[in-house]
């Protein structure tokens, strides 16, 4: 069985998704944001500006800022009363176009997330955790292709950077939906650098980083490397960089892991896990985690 992203062609690249800069409620300017990443040794950056009325409008063009070996891709994280606990939504939308209309009174984050996927945006739950965001809240947006499983400037500052729970409760669900890590970055704390997103593609060009987004090709991570992932018949094999455990984990309670020291393989059966989907966790001596997108057809 073929697992994407690692089944596919192309290479991996590093990019942050959710990142603040002078445009909203960040310390640094546009420039200085992008020099971080790039000197970070990230390949791309999604600089989502807060888009509202006392910020960013329009949406912040850093295309002047692109190098052969650095890309961007626009965005933004939209806004819109109110969501069941009370709050403004906060979705994250990347590879919206610069003439992305703003909200307007009465308009609900159920039409503007229509608005952004339609024309081409990834759309992201952003920081659940934070704000408190139910299942029915999650659920309500249908052209989601992801969670934000895990929100750095959050955990560092509030100690409220998980979405993992959420995303596992619309999974069981039936909804097949994706996970990806971001730092949330506003520079005001050592909030850059904490997660991040390798994705999948043939060539570092937005477009081609896009599609790859929305197809869900791509893992997540803190730290460790997930090299590749494969299925034949009742086994799933990971190869990584060195590990101190290795968790598979699918529908319903089902799970499988191996621990050791510098564990760069392991291979376990499905035979624990229901039919339906499973994802991968890596977990280093230091704590830090990477995590799959959920794998879909697995017969456990």
Avoid at 93 to 105: F, I, N, Q
Avoid at 123 to 151: C, K, M, R
Avoid at 271 to 293: C, H, I, L, Q
Wanted: glycine share 12%.
């Amino acid at each position: 069985m073929d697992v994407a992203p690692f089944a596919r062609g192309g290479r991996f690249w590093r990019g942050n998704l959710h990142t603040h800069s002078t445009r909203s409620d960040g310390r640094l300017p546009p420039e200085a944001v992008i020099e971080f990443y790039r000197t970070a040794g990230y390949d791309f950056l999604a600089l989502t500006d807060h888009f509202m009325e006392c910020y960013a409008y329009p949406i912040t063009d850093t295309r002047a800022l692109r190098s052969s070996g650095f890309t961007t891709l626009l965005g933004a994280e939209i806004h819109a009363p109110i969501t069941t606990k009370g709050a403004d939504w906060h979705i994250v939308a990347v590879g919206l176009p610069l003439d992305y209309a703003p909200w307007t009174s009465g308009e609900t984050i159920q039409s503007m997330c229509a608005r952004a996927a339609g024309a081409g945006a990834f759309i992201g739950v952003a920081h659940p955790q934070w704000y408190g965001l139910t299942f029915d809240d999650a659920a309500s947006i249908a052209q989601a292709h992801a969670i934000e499983i895990y929100n750095h400037g959050c955990a560092l500052e509030c100690d409220r950077g998980d979405g993992l729970v959420l995303l596992e409760e619309v999974l069981a669900q039936g909804r097949r939906l994706h996970g990806y890590a971001a730092d949330d970055a506003h520079f005001k704390t050592p909030d850059a650098g904490g997660g991040w997103v390798m994705v999948k593609a043939e060539a570092l060009e937005p477009t081609l980083l896009l599609e790859a987004l929305k197809r869900g090709d791509y893992y997540s991570s803190q730290g460790p490397q997930i090299h590749d992932i494969t299925i034949a018949g009742d086994t799933l094999t990971v190869a990584c960089s060195p590990a101190s455990w290795i968790v598979i984990a699918g529908t319903g309670m089902g799970s499988e892991c191996a621990h050791g020291q510098d564990l760069t393989r392991a291979t376990l059966p499905l035979s624990g896990v229901e039919d339906g989907y499973v994802r991968v966790t890596v977990t280093d001596d230091k704590g830090r985690r990477a995590w799959s997108n959920p794998i879909w057809g697995v017969k456990g």
